[in-house]
Every structure is written in structure tokens, then in C-alpha cells.
């Protein structure tokens, strides 16, 4: 047997000494703790039991040392407790996942149903697996660190951007962090600066009804490890260093990396859950609960994490220094982020104790951080986000844009304000930089190309009867349901793409983009697609000519906004004014008009709008026209002292609608076709600079 040794509190998890292994655990209201050794993940009995008693804890702390072990060494707890009604739900006939473990073995024999009920689950658990904790060599390759005025995300799954028919990928790097490698130089030929991955901290596959699998990831098991079926090969040990290779690559290639987290909810669901980690660690000290026991639940997934209390925060922040500090990512995006605002009882807190201590760390000042603003509660807190450094996704954009070119009534005035940094809904004044997250689409609802295609959702291959996933999609099929091969429809769908991308992207605000929208991804109308591992859920890899034609109109807009950055994202906003008077030397002005220089149409029922910013000294500098009514409309133009340049008409043939010499135009007017946008820049602007 292995020598045994009192241990340390600190660090938390399993961590090398010179003479072993230190396991820490946090457990304040256990009576015993018993560690379990394995000879391997699969290993249906422990090797050794060791029992830690009083004299191995300090404070909340249960601690010991063992001699003889060392990376690689497969671990799990036994936690017992008392079990009472209404308090802590101890279970000891279940062997318990250690939260700060960084690696995870034992997959091949893991069966969730086996951790509920009274029967013991030590053939078919899980275990923690002794690794590293080597710090990410930055000096190697360290963060692009892309201001907010310049950055442009794209979100994707790692699981399914380097999948699907066609996919150039090495077939057995498809799906791996590897394989995401080798797809890098798609993402830069594009021009974006920042991936934001779905959820790739460990989560449970089988999180889900029978004979379905949880693909999108949002069912955390552990914070810490990173998700093994993103692994090429199955060696536990290798897992970390692979998503250091593709932090590394992204770093060199100029690209930063967001990770999706789920601090919000754990996969172990409501009472009638699996104990798999936290529940028989100390349910009542990670979870809201009512005095009787039942779980609080605001994420929509059985349970609630209680992030206000502080050995909880301590694993929240403990998990984002491992992905930051020790495995290189550029920042984090909080899935139902607000949530962790709350307090006991569920009340909402103005200063939310872990967002003060993420922002209190300088290991973590550099990173970029956002988080979606409303919980399944009904917290919505957007322009008042209860942190000073997180951009919150703006879901008012979204929907405000959608509907406009939609052409819904009642929608022009909300749309200028989009366009105008949403100054509606952030007091009175445009959004500061990295506050609002622009977006059109993302992973939980339509794809662009489906938002065009689709009056209402298509979730039947969900196995829900089509009752899951939102009803309330602000979509336009444009005269067909689906497919068409009307060229009428084809070529106006086409068409409002470009507009809603184009909006997007002139728009003040961070752009975020959905994987394959730049190649008109189709999920067939599925706006759930979570548990969807298959071709509707993967990337697009066999692109039609109308699809690459959309892809060079991404490619060109996104560098169009780079090089128009102070004036399409200032770092200053610009000035409104119905009438052109400058406070400040060389401060642009916004301009309104409609079909009239200076007479802006808010009506309800228009569905025109035009803009321009405006030089002190040098005039009209840029001037955009949107027209989302059903004729074509002749707008008048304000005169440009430089000449003006037709950088964007969404009404020309693909090629000719953003393309990389623009043409020079004269007069006193411009024709819009109906649903189209016409961009125009003053020409020295955009004088050695082609798209």
C-alpha cells in the first residue's frame, strides 16, 4: 500500500509533489471523505482506499497526500454525510467526480442512470485524472489582444466546423481540436479576429432524452477538464496539450480564443438528477434550494449554481485561471451569465460578489469577457449589467433588425437606433465599446440563411414534436417554405442577406457571426438543433457558386469595416443633430434623412431610412440608404465635396455588390431597389484600398 501523508489545502484538486499527489477538496458540511485510487479509467474497483479523518481537514478543506502516485493517476471520492429533508443530499454509494480535476477518464464505461438511486456506481463512474498544471507559454505565442473597436467574432462548435461532406480536414482530425487547426485558414481569409467556441469544458453527451445525445455541450461536468470527444486519440494526458496546439495556432494566425462557459448550471439536473460531482460533494453549498430542498432553477436545466457564496466562486474563478492562465484562451462567454448575479433566494444583486472578484484579478485583467444578459427567471439586465468590464449580447439588435428588413411596421425608429449604438437602451447615450454584442444569429435559433428561408421552425428530427425551440423568430421565407427553385425568391433571399450582413457589420457595437452564415448554412429550418451530431448540425464544406459569392460579400465587408473602422465603430461616438453644428473641432456628426436630405421618416408605417456622417470641415464623409419597402425609392444625396464612391449596393449582381474597385457616382440622387442598401464613402477614403 502507498504511503500516506496529511497533505495541504492548497492548491485545490490533485496537484504533483515530491514525493506524489496532493488532493485537496472542498466539502464543508461532509463528516467523512474516502479517496479511491484506480489502476485505470475503466478499472471497475479501486486500487486503494484512503480514508481521510479529522486530523486531514482544515476548515472546509479535506486534504491528504499519497505517496508513490503521479500524473496519470485515476481518482474518484466518496463523500458521506448526514442526510436530512431540506438539507444536504449526501450519498455515498456514489463515487464523485472531483470538480478541479483537469482531466477525465473512464468514459468508455461511464452510464449516467447508474448515479441515481441507492446503488452503487463505482463500475461505471467517472474519475479524475492526476495531470499538469504547466502555465500556457505566452512569451511563444502571446495574445493578439484585439481592441473592441476591431474585433469581429465567430462563433462555431469545434465538434462540427471541421465536419461534414467535403470538409478538407484530415478524416481523422475531423471534429478534434486538431482538426479545428487545419480550418484556421478558413477563418482568416474572412477576416474575423476572434473564434468563440461553444462549450468545450467536459460536459455530459448523455444529458439528454433516450436515444438522443447532447451535442451543443450546455451541460457542464466538470469546469476544469477539457471535453474528450474533441480529442484526437483517447489518452487523458494528451487532452490539455491539444487545446494548447490550437490556442497556439490561433494566437499565430492573429486569432483570439473565446471559451462558451456554463457556470450557471451543472448537468446533475433537479433532485431526481445522477450524483455525479457537486450534488454529493455538498448540494446545498453549490445549488439554490428552498428550505424543503427543491432546487431554484432560472437556467431552464433543473438547478441553479449559487455564485454568490465563496468557496463557489473559488471554483468559478479557480476554472477560468485553468483555461486562461494554464491553457491560453483569450476570454470567456458567459451562458446565462446574469444568473450569476443572483443571490440567496434567487435576488437579483447590484454587486455581484464574483463578478467583483473576476474583475478584481489581475491574472484575468486581460481578457475579454461576455455574457448573454437574461437568465430563464426573467432577469434581463442589458445597458445595466451588473459588471463594468462584460459585453452583454444585445438581443434587441437582433430582433430590432430583423424585423426591419422583414419589413414589419413600426420598426424604422427602433432600427436607427441599432444602427446608432442603441442609445435607447444604454441611457441615453450609444453603447461604450465591448458593452454591446451585435448579432444576427447564433447557435441557439435559425441560421442566417434559414432566417430567409423559413417562416416557422422545422424541429421534428428534435424528437419534441416540434413544440421545442422558439416560436418567435422574426423569419421570412420570401413565397416558399424551404428550398426553392424560384429564382425570384432565390435572388431576393440572396439579397436580404446581404442586407442584414451588411447592417450588421456598419452597425457601432462587436459583430458576432455564426458558424457557416457566410456560406448560407441550412439547418433545414431547425432552430433547436442541440442534439443534432450530423451533417444539419456541422459545418458547410460544398458550397455552391451563389454560396461562395456570399463568402467573398462577407470577406470584402469585414475588411471594409476594418478599414472604416473610426467611422463605422468609433472609439468616440459620433454626434446626433438635426441640424449640422459641431461642438468639437473635428467631431463627425450623424445625420438623419429619408427619401429628403434632413427629413427622416419615423412613421410606423415606414420602412425607409437614411444616414450620413458628416465633417466639420470636409462634408459628408459616408451616407447609407436602406430601403426595406416592396418598390424601389429614389433618395436624394447630400452633396460630397470629394466625390462620391458606390462602395455597397446590395441590389447588383453578386461581384458587383460590394466590389473591390468601387465606382464613382454623380448626381443629386440615387434608385434603391426594393429591399436593398446602398453604401457610399467619400473617395479618398477608400484611395489605395481595395476590398
Given at each position: ?190 477576416g474575423i479576429t476572434t473564434v468563440e467556441l461553444l462549450p ?139 444568473a450569476l448575479s443572483r443571490g440567496e433566494e434567487l435576488t ?209 465587408l469585414i475588411h471594409l469595416r476594418h478599414h472604416l473602422a ?126
Amino acid at each position: 500500500m502507498r504511503a500516506i501523508h496529511l497533505g495541504q489545502s492548497w492548491p485545490l484538486g490533485a496537484s504533483t509533489t515530491a514525493r506524489g499527489v496532493n488532493f485537496a477538496l472542498a466539502s464543508p458540511m461532509a463528516t467523512r471523505v474516502e479517496l479511491l485510487l484506480f489502476a485505470h479509467g475503466d478499472a471497475p474497483e479501486p486500487d486503494q482506499v484512503v480514508e481521510l479523518n479529522h486530523h486531514q481537514r482544515s476548515g472546509d478543506i479535506w486534504h491528504v497526500e499519497v505517496e508513490g502516485v503521479g500524473i496519470g493517476c485515476c481518482y474518484a471520492y466518496r463523500v458521506f454525510g448526514p442526510l436530512q429533508p431540506g438539507r444536504h443530499g449526501f450519498n455515498p454509494s456514489k463515487l464523485l467526480l472531483d470538480p478541479c480535476a483537469r482531466a477525465i477518464a473512464g468514459w468508455n464505461v461511464y452510464r449516467r442512470g447508474d448515479a441515481i438511486g441507492a446503488v452503487p456506481n463505482t463500475a461505471s463512474c467517472l474519475k479524475g485524472v492526476v495531470t499538469e498544471r504547466d502555465r500556457f507559454d505566452f512569451s511563444a505565442a502571446p495574445r493578439p489582444r484585439h481592441s473592441w473597436q476591431r474585433t469581429v467574432i465567430y462563433e462555431l462548435h469545434v465538434g462540427g466546423f471541421s465536419r461534414g461532406p467535403g470538409s478538407p480536414i484530415t478524416p481523422d482530425r475531423q471534429g478534434t481540436y486538431l482538426g479545428l487547426i487545419e480550418a484556421i485558414p478558413h477563418l482568416k481569409q474572412l477576416g474575423i479576429t476572434t473564434v468563440e467556441l461553444l462549450p468545450v469544458m467536459a460536459f455530459d453527451p448523455h444529458d439528454a432524452p433516450p436515444g438522443r445525445l447532447n451535442y451543443w455541450g450546455y451541460s457542464p461536468i466538470s469546469w476544469m477538464a477539457p471535453h474528450h470527444a474533441y480529442q484526437h486519440g483517447d489518452d487523458p494526458l494528451q487532452i490539455r496539450q491539444q487545446v494548447r496546439e490550437l490556442v497556439t495556432a490561433c494566437h499565430h494566425a492573429g486569432l483570439e480564443v473565446l471559451v462558451d462557459v456554463v457556470y450557471n448550471h451543472t448537468c446533475e439536473g433537479n433532485q431526481a438528477g445522477p450524483t455525479l460531482s457537486w450534488r454529493g460533494i455538498d448540494d446545498r453549498l453549490y445549488y439554490h434550494q428552498n428550505a424543503k430542498g427543491d432546487y431554484l432553477d432560472v437556467s431552464g436545466c433543473g438547478n441553479s449554481i449559487a455564485a454568490n457564496r465563496p468557496l463557489v466562486r473559488r471554483l468559478i474563478l479557480e476554472s477560468m485561471r485553468c483555461w486562461a492562465l494554464e491553457l491560453g484562451v483569450d476570454g470567456f462567454r458567459f451562458d446565462l451569465g446574469i444568473a450569476l448575479s443572483r443571490g440567496e433566494e434567487l435576488t437579483p444583486l447590484d454587486h455581484p460578489p464574483l463578478f467583483e472578484e473576476i474583475e478584481a484579478d489581475p491574472e484575468l485583467a486581460d481578457l475579454k469577457l461576455v455574457s448573454e444578459p437574461w437568465d430563464c427567471g426573467g432577469l434581463y439586465r442589458l445597458a445595466d449589467f451588473p459588471a463594468r468590464r462584460l459585453g452583454a449580447w444585445n438581443g434587441r439588435y437582433r430582433d430590432d433588425v430583423r424585423r426591419f428588413w422583414k419589413g414589419d411596421d413600426k420598426s424604422c425608429w427602433t432600427m436607427g437606433q441599432r444602427i446608432a449604438g442603441s442609445p435607447d437602451l444604454f441611457g441615453g447615450q450609444p453603447a461604450v465599446l465591448g458593452r454591446s454584442i451585435t448579432f444576427l444569429t447564433a447557435h441557439d435559433g435559425f441560421t442566417l440563411a434559414d432566417l430567409v428561408s423559413y417562416d416557422r421552425k422545422h424541429n421534428l428530427a428534435n424528437g419534441e414534436d416540434n413544440r421545442d425551440g422558439d416560436n418567435h423568430n422574426n423569419s421570412w421565407n420570401h413565397g416558399a417554405e424551404g428550398p426553392s427553385s424560384d429564382p425570384v425568391v432565390e435572388a431576393l433571399r440572396n439579397r436580404q442577406l446581404r442586407n442584414l450582413l451588411t447592417t450588421l457589420l456598419i452597425s457601432p457595437g462587436v459583430p458576432m457571426l455564426l458558424m457557416g452564415d457566410e456560406l448560407r448554412r441550412s439547418q433545414g429550418g431547425n432552430n433547436n438543433a442541440w442534439c443534432q451530431d450530423n451533417p444539419l448540425g456541422w459545418m458547410h464544406w460544398q458550397p455552391d457558386e451563389e454560396d461562395r459569392a456570399l463568402q467573398l460579400f462577407v470577406r470584402r465587408l469585414i475588411h471594409l469595416r476594418h478599414h472604416l473602422a473610426d467611422l463605422l465603430n468609433p472609439e468616440i461616438p459620433h454626434g446626433e443633430a438635426k441640424a449640422l453644428r459641431f461642438d468639437q473641432n473635428g467631431h463627425l456628426l450623424r445625420q438623419w434623412h429619408g427619401l429628403k436630405l434632413g427629413q427622416p421618416d419615423w412613421a410606423n408605417w415606414s420602412h425607409t431610412l437614411a444616414w450620413s456622417l458628416n465633417d466639420r470641415q470636409r462634408g459628408p464623409l459616408l451616407w447609407c440608404a436602406m430601403n426595406a419597402y416592396h418598390q424601389e425609392l429614389c433618395f436624394e444625396l447630400p452633396r460630397c465635396q470629394e466625390g462620391w464612391l458606390q462602395v455597397i449596393n446590395t441590389a447588383q449582381p453578386a461581384g458587383a455588390d460590394l466590389p473591390d474597385q468601387p465606382m464613382a457616382i454623380s448626381g443629386g440622387t440615387a434608385t434603391l431597389q426594393s429591399r436593398s442598401l446602398m453604401l457610399l464613402v467619400a473617395e479618398p477614403l477608400m484611395q489605395g484600398h481595395q476590398l
